[in-house]
């Protein structure tokens, strides 16, 4: 295991009911549902978030990323877990754009995949701190 | 709940947070739908529509065997996807009312061979289609030739597809040719001719009058199940060998159902009045790979004793048996231990070495600062892998010590030209003589030749003992068990030496034959320079003597070598008779690892079993699961003397046993495709190679393989 002083925080957290939609418009909560796909999340969406956007990537509850084509022309589908984030590619062909599209995944991949979650720091374990992210 | 992450978990390392999640939330995280659109395989095979083709390509890697019928022809074709931008195909088609000539049998149906290529050359964008050139029936006979340019177009679920082709694809458009305007050759296309057999006449690519064709494949609603609706530019007047069919409409109307992840159905109406029937077995080569449950588990750090071990035989029968480590030498230099090996289990060698590291660390004392794997292949030295002990211990211990150790982690060629023991106290030394053996199944065939499909299946018993590090005498025993070869009738025209057209007599006549009994020995000859001498039995074919020397610089893209052999030709039966030809073969090879898509090219210049002189070509493309696709040809000055196919050309898949069973294994079996057996290029089958043997001088996958270590299996 690795060590724990090398540890931010240890926990686990409730299954959530949204997934999230992060948008040139902002950031939307939807509620989940059986059987949602990015397809039915993207419909639920308002036309202008959807933008121009070309490509999505999908952050699941545990920190993997997979980048999936939203287009007309290169659409896929995924199944979406509760907890999971859906981040649109900025309909901007820019140095800054291409970067929040490669950097905000990964900046999500590491946050708590639910609102109540039991965390605690490996130093101080017995103070058990509720954290919402 | 909390889930057991192990220390090298992948998410754990991207996640600061280490975080546990309640299950529901990952049982959800199912792989996503597998895109249908665009994925069928037409009747020629290759993705397409159905008679036509498209400008979308499989996922690299994806090998299909295909079956097809729309009367009167039924085809069999091969694609596999080597490169993202390259799809290649090999196709037998049987044309049910035409009779096989060359064939004694008056039964049996014409047979057509054909090979296919398609080239992409734009990939799909919100604006442009994708754009590919093909090539269909290139070369060969050429009945069903044609070329085209396509592309394709996705809109939601239905994607778009407009091509102009070239010959069979464009034979019903009649519209002019605007290369004409380039050069008279492309006024007028020949029709094909079955007499040049394996030609590759180049003179009538993108000549004739071109076509239009095209469709639109469908993605239902229901998953697995796509519709495809096409318009066919061929003219069904004028098939190939005087075949003339009716075609009542343009439009042919067609429906893919896919099975699962391995199989898929087609069903269709073509030319208005006539079904089709299709079945696609597919899989990926590139990501084929098998949990290794079977392996042994790794040995538990555990802290290192306060006094080095004397058992050093206990030490290297846990090597052999947990790290895949044949152990020559065990020598203690100050504060390092060198041990040489040979790596007999594990494909990638950092995972030997981490098992072993375990090994060694749980029985020598603190003060062996360093552990050094010099491999060894057939007792020649390949190279040194420097391990530092107490940073594999601490990173053993936390994932937070893993740059320390992965960036000490070092691999050096051997600076001694010669394969001596090294300085230091000998600890353990073993001279590696031994005898083994294996009995195994094995089988030979002939695939689409007039005497139709001939087979032999044959129980193969191999053994071999090692004199020494560097020597050993190998033999194969083959014992025939079941075999058609009593249709077997059919003998190519040679004008060269019978070299290898005496395949038949020799299948035919061997209950129990020896296919292999040689002595080889192998030395290091420089720092650099390897060296191989053998004599006995040295294939089916073939007795005699031989030698190699290569020269294969450490980590370098290139390798050189040459080998000379002297045979003669065996006797039929296959024991130790030998018959009157005999002659001296050998070539100048060079091994290039292009750095281009992980293709290696080979290129040999020689002279050839039947005396001709020629070079060989040689590309192959090496996946990260170890399978290797490739495909060769030979060109010599046999010239007009070779006969049907003009030069000797194959295909191959070699696959590594590791892709497919739960233990861990350094072999492979390779499954070769040689639509002719000809006279001419035909090289000798060597049983070893230098470059085969010393593959390990080569880092390949080592740097990557670093969390491989940490694998519990």
Redesign the interface.
């Known amino acids: 295991m690795p060590a724990l002083a090398d540890l931010d925080r240890l926990g686990w957290c409730e299954t959530p009911s949204w997934v999230e939609a992060w948008t040139p418009r902002g950031v939307t909560r939807l509620d989940w549902r059986p059987g949602m796909t990015t397809e039915t999340l993207l419909e639920a969406l308002p036309e202008s978030a959807r933008a121009q956007s070309e490509h999505l990537a999908l952050i699941d509850p545990r920190g993997g990323i997979r980048r999936l084509g939203m287009a007309a022309w290169n659409h896929e589908s995924a199944t979406l877990v509760p907890g999971s984030r859906v981040v649109l590619q900025l309909p901007l062909d820019e140095v800054s754009a291409r970067w929040v599209d490669a950097s905000l995944p990964d900046f999500l991949a590491t946050r708590l995949p639910g609102d109540i979650c039991r965390t605690f720091t490996p130093d101080a374990a017995s103070r058990l701190t509720t954290a919402t992210d | ?2 889930l057991p992450i192990s ?1 090298r978990s992948r ?2 390392r ?9 299950l ?10 597998i ?1 249908e659109l665009g994925a069928a395989q037409s009747d020629f095979g290759g993705v397409g529509l159905m008679q036509t083709p498209s400008a979308r390509m499989a996922p690299l890697g994806e090998i299909s065997l295909h079956y097809n019928h729309v009367s009167p022809y039924s085809r069999y074709q091969v694609s596999v996807q080597p490169m993202d931008w390259l799809e290649a195909g090999f196709r037998y088609t049987s044309i049910g009312n035409r009779d096989y000539r060359a064939s004694g049998d008056a039964e049996r149906d014409y047979l057509d061979k054909g090979i296919d290529f398609k080239l992409r050359l734009h990939q ?3 604006y442009m289609p994708a754009l590919a050139l093909g090539f269909r029936d290139f070369g060969g006979t050429g009945l069903f030739g044609s070329e085209y340019l396509v592309a394709s ?4 679920d239905f994607d778009f597809t407009l091509g102009l082709g070239w010959g069979y694809l464009g034979a019903g458009g009649g519209l002019g040719n605007p290369l004409s305007a380039l050069s008279g050759r492309f006024d007028s296309r020949r029709s094909e001719n079955p007499e040049e057999a394996g030609d590759f006449e180049f003179g009538d690519l993108f000549s004739g009058d071109i076509g239009v064709f095209g469709g639109v494949e469908y993605q239902t609603p229901w998953e697995p199940l796509t519709l495809q609706l096409e318009y066919d530019g061929n003219d069904y007047r004028s098939e190939p060998l005087d075949n003339p069919q009716r075609q009542r409409s343009p439009l042919n109307l067609g429906a893919r159902w896919r099975l699962g992840e391995h199989l898929s159905l087609a069903a269709g109406w073509e030319r208005g009045d006539t079904a089709m029937l299709g079945l696609t077995l597919s899989a990926n080569l590139a990501g084929a790979s098998q949990a290794k449950t079977g392996d042994p588990h790794p040995v538990t750090v555990a802290e290192p004793p306060s006094r080095t071990t004397d058992d050093w035989q206990a030490v290297s029968r846990d090597l052999q048996a947990n790290a895949g480590m044949r152990v020559h030498r065990i020598t203690r230099r100050d504060d390092e231990l060198v041990v040489e090996a040979e790596a007999t289990r594990y494909r990638s060698l950092l995972v030997s070495e981490g098992r072993a590291n375990r090994i060694l660390n749980n029985r020598t004392a603190d003060d062996i600062d360093t552990y050094r794997y010099r491999w060894q292949s057939a007792g020649m030295g390949l190279r040194d892998d420097v391990h530092d002990r107490h940073a594999f211990r601490r990173a053993a ?4 010590y893993d740059q320390q150790y992965h960036y000490g982690l070092y691999a050096s060629a051997l600076t001694r030209p010669d394969d001596g023991a090294p300085d230091g106290e000998q600890l353990y030394t073993d001279d590696l003589a031994g005898f083994d053996w294996q009995l195994a199944p094995g089988l030979n065939q002939n695939i689409g030749g007039p005497d139709g499909f001939l087979y032999q299946l044959y129980a193969k018993l191999d053994a071999n003992y090692r004199t020494d590090a560097n020597g050993w005498f190998s033999g194969q025993l083959a014992l025939n068990l079941f075999d058609n070869l009593d249709r077997y009738d059919y003998i190519a025209d040679s004008k060269l030496p019978r070299v290898r057209t005496h395949i038949g007599d020799y299948l035919d006549q061997t209950s129990l034959g020896i296919y292999n009994l040689q002595y080889t020995r192998t030395a290091r000859l420089g720092e650099n320079w390897y060296g191989m001498a053998y004599a006995g039995l040295l294939e089916m074919m073939y007795a005699g003597g031989g030698g190699e020397v290569l020269y294969r610089p450490f980590d370098s893209p290139v390798a050189f070598g040459v080998d000379l052999n002297w045979v003669k030709q065996r006797d039929f039966d296959q024991r130790f008779g030998l018959r009157d030809y005999s002659t001296w073969t050998g070539h100048a090879t060079a091994y290039i690892e292009t750095g281009v898509e992980d293709v290696l090219a080979q290129v040999s210049v020689g002279r050839y079993l039947a005396g001709d002189l020629g070079v060989t070509f040689d590309l192959s493309r090496q996946f990260d699961s170890g399978v290797r696709v490739g495909a060769w040809s030979t060109f010599t000055d046999a010239g007009d003397d070779y006969g049907e196919g003009s030069f000797d050309k194959g295909f191959y898949v070699s696959i590594p046993f590791d892709a497919f069973f739960d233990t861990s294994s350094r072999n492979a079996t390779t499954i070769a495709w040689q639509p002719l057996t000809r006279d001419g290029g035909a090289r000798l089958a060597r049983r070893y190679t230098l470059y085969g043997l010393t593959q390990d001088r080569e880092m390949g996958h080592y740097w990557q393989d670093y969390d491989r270590v940490w694998d519990e299996p």
């Open positions: 709940m909390m220390r998410t754990l991207r996640a600061t947070p280490a975080m546990g999640l309640s529901p939330l990952l049982l959800g995280a199912a792989p996503h739908a895109a799909e964008d919100r177009k996705r809109w939601n211990a936390s994932a937070a």
